[in-house]
């Protein structure tokens, strides 16, 4: 909670322009939009660089909790999906 609030404050400071509210079915022109990190590696790198964050929950926690983020990942990345499995395995 504090990160985001945090983020809120540093926009605040540093007077960034929200854009104008959407009222449309943002989907349908995702162009005019930058994307979020697709996954969890993306968000990792995304954290590394971020100072704001870093600042919000103090350095030792930032430290373990990506950490903890890259373990999870390394863990995500050894496992087989269902998805390949129905891929893959049955199709050899």
């Keep these: 909670f504090s990160a985001v609030l945090a983020a809120g404050m540093d926009g605040i400071e540093k007077n960034l322009d929200p854009g104008e509210p959407v009222d449309w079915n943002v989907y349908e022109?995702?162009?005019k939009f930058e994307t979020l990190p697709s996954n969890l590696k993306e968000a990792i790198e995304e954290a590394r660089n971020d100072d704001v964050l870093r600042r919000s929950i103090?350095?030792?926690l930032y430290d373990s909790?990506?950490?903890v983020l890259?373990?999870?990942w390394a863990e995500?990345?050894?496992s087989?999906?269902?998805?390949e499995l129905r891929k893959?395995?049955?199709k050899v």
Excluded: A, M, Q
């Excluded at 087989?80 to 998805?83: A, L, S």
């Design 88 to 90: 893959y395995l049955f």
């Design 70 to 72: 890259e373990e999870e």
């Design 80 to 83: 087989v999906t269902d998805w």
């Design 58 to 60: 103090g350095e030792e």
């Design 29 to 31: 022109t995702p162009d």
């Design 65 to 67: 909790y990506l950490e």
């Design 76 to 78: 995500f990345s050894r």
